[in-house]
Structures are given as structure tokens and as C-alpha cells.
């Protein structure tokens, strides 16, 4: 018998998930902090794919076993943590007598919305990487993560006062800011797993432009890209930038023009002919990425090599 597919289930206030987790009522209805022991990991088939309404950060500690990241699993004893945003999906998927240890801060929007960081925080693009792109810490980052965690919870749990939802905010932005410097830590110390996947990008979009998929599909984008290397687009422009000091965009445009510099020396294709090969829709386009990149027009590049 085929087994019945759920979909996914909106929880659109922190006080239903404290309900739905059947853990106590939360203090505040914009921010809680929950101690993950007390939860159970036996969720009904319905709640095993929820979407949440709000931002979590997570830490679990104690973690046993190995957690695939990108093409590869690893093991890790250490910290690890994961981000969500409003309106991603997650699924969960693990054994009933699991025993999660570590906390989870959420944060309803409106909670930060008179705040810079209501705008700032799209600029922590971890909220959007996948799950197995966590941030899995070092002994000494782990106690400076948990450290601030700590502080957001006493605060949390403290009598709200006219300076609560400043303090809180800015332990906030402080942990996120340590969470970027740590991830861009963890770019450097994978080096060696993202140097392949580099080497993979490159193969990826040279068989790109040597295939017919340009006349199929036009030209390549990061979703696809990033589909196809099995990772989320915002880790993997985060990762190049990291390696390359460009983006995933950058990378795409450079082979673009790469292929365009080939075929200006070795066919006597028009520009229109060619900008429609190389998979753009308007020649004015191409003429425009060519001229940007290089400083002279394609016909111009042509004419130096006659």
C-alpha cells in the first residue's frame, strides 16, 4: 500500500509550536528559547514536514554519528548548528528514541521589525542554505556560541523590562555576526572538499555550453548550478566568494566569455548568431555582459585578431 503524502504544515505562531511540541507556553509570543532535551523526536506523519513562520537558530551538541554535507558525510562530535527562515520546509527524519541535547532560539519577524536588523538580517545568508550545510563548531567557538546563547536566555527569562527587547536584539546580532565569522572559518578548513567542488562547477559548466542544453534551456542559472552540485545557491556563492573571491553569477559570465572569446576567433558567426548560440535571448544583452567584461565590443575583439 502506498504510503500517504502530507503536506507540508504551516505553523504560524511560536505559541502553536510550543503547543504542537508539547513543551509549556512561551513567555513572550515574538522570541522564545527552548531547551531541545525536552523535546520528543516522535512527531504524528502530518508534522514531519512543517514550515515554519518565524527564524530558529539551533545548536545540538553531544552529536553522534555522520551528517552528510554537500557530496560527502563526515563525523562530528562537536557543536552543530542550523538556521531557518520564514517559509522553508523542514522535514524530519530520525529515530523515536533519539536524544537531542542543545537549544533553539526562535524569533518571530515582527519581534525585530523596528530594527536595523530586521533589514540586516538577509544578509546572513546561512537562514537560506540546506540543512546539511550546518555550521558545525570548534570546541572553542562552541563555548563562545554558547556562551551568547546563555545570555539570550537569561534575558529571555528575566522580567521584561524598557530595555528587554534592546538587549535581547543586540545579543542577537552578536551571535549571528560570530555564526558568520565561523562560517567563513569552516569555507577555510573544508577547503579541501570545496576545492572539488569548485573543480566540479567548472566541469559542470564547460559540459553546459559544449552540450545542447544552451539551445534547451537557455543559460545556465545558480538554482540550476547549485541543483546539480547538491547544495543550496547562497552556500555555493558563499563558498566561491570564499575560494575565488566571486560569486556563482561571476563564474557564469566568466565561462560565457570564455566560449564567446573561442567562437570570435575560430567561426565567422554574426554577433546575433552568436549571442543566440551562447543561449541569449537578446543580442544587445550579450554585447552589453561582452563589453562590460572585456572593455571592447565582440566586433572589436574579432577585429584585433584580423
Given amino acids: 500500500m502506498k504510503k500517504e503524502v502530507h503536506p507540508p ?32 523526536c516522535s512527531f504524528s506523519d502530518n508534522l514531519k514536514t512543517v514550515i515554519y ?20 558525510y563526515y563525523d562530528f562530535d562537536e557543536g552543530v548548528m542550523t538556521f531557518m527562515s520564514p517559509g522553508q520546509i523542514i522535514s524530519t527524519e530520525v529515530d523515536e528514541d533519539t536524544l537531542v541535547n542543545g537549544s533553539m532560539l526562535v524569533i518571530h519577524p515582527d519581534f525585530i521589525q523596528s530594527y ?49 527587547q534592546d538587549v535581547m536584539i543586540s545579543h542577537i546580532e552578536l551571535l549571528l555576526n560570530y555564526c558568520n565569522r565561523f562560517y567563513n572559518r569552516q569555507f577555510l578548513t573544508r577547503k579541501s572538499a570545496n576545492n572539488t567542488l569548485l573543480a566540479k ?23 540550476y548550478l547549485s541543483e546539480q552540485l547538491n547544495v543550496s545557491p547562497n552556500y555555493l556563492s558563499d563558498m566561491l566568494r570564499s575560494l ?29 548568431e552568436m549571442a543566440y548560440q551562447l543561449g541569449f535571448e537578446y543580442p544587445q544583452s550579450f554585447n552589453k555582459l561582452f563589453k562590460s567584461k572585456t ?3 565582440p566586433l572589436e575583439f574579432r577585429s584585433s585578431f584580423n
Fill in 201 to 223: 562547477l567548472e566541469t559542470l559548466l564547460s559540459d553546459y555550453f559544449e552540450s545542447d542544453k544552451v539551445q534547451q534551456f537557455g543559460l545556465p542559472t545558480v538554482a
Fill in 53 to 72: 513562520d518565524f527564524y530558529t537558530v539551533s545548536i545540538k551538541r553531544n552529536f553522534k554519528g555522520k551528517m552528510k554535507y554537500g557530496q560527502h
Fill in 9 to 40: 504544515h504551516t505553523i504560524h505562531s511560536i505559541s502553536e509550536m510550543h503547543e504542537l511540541l508539547k513543551i509549556p507556553k512561551p513567555d513572550h509570543p515574538l522570541v522564545s528559547f527552548v531547551n531541545l532535551s525536552n523535546i520528543s
Fill in 295 to 297: 572593455n571592447v565590443s
Fill in 116 to 164: 536595523a536588523l530586521a533589514k540586516n538580517i538577509k544578509d546572513f545568508t546561512f537562514f537560506s542554505y540546506a540543512v546539511h550545510e550546518a555550521l558545525h563548531l570548534s570546541e572553542k567557538e562552541e563555548i563562545m556560541i554558547t556562551g551568547i546563547m546563555q545570555n539570550i536566555e537569561q534575558e529571555y527569562l528575566s522580567s521584561i523590562d524598557a530595555f528587554s
Fill in 244 to 272: 575565488t573571491g566571486q560569486s556563482t553569477q561571476y563564474h557564469i559570465h566568466n565561462k560565457i566569455i570564455e566560449k564567446a572569446k573561442e567562437l570570435l576567433t575560430t567561426t565567422s558567426l554574426s554577433v546575433s
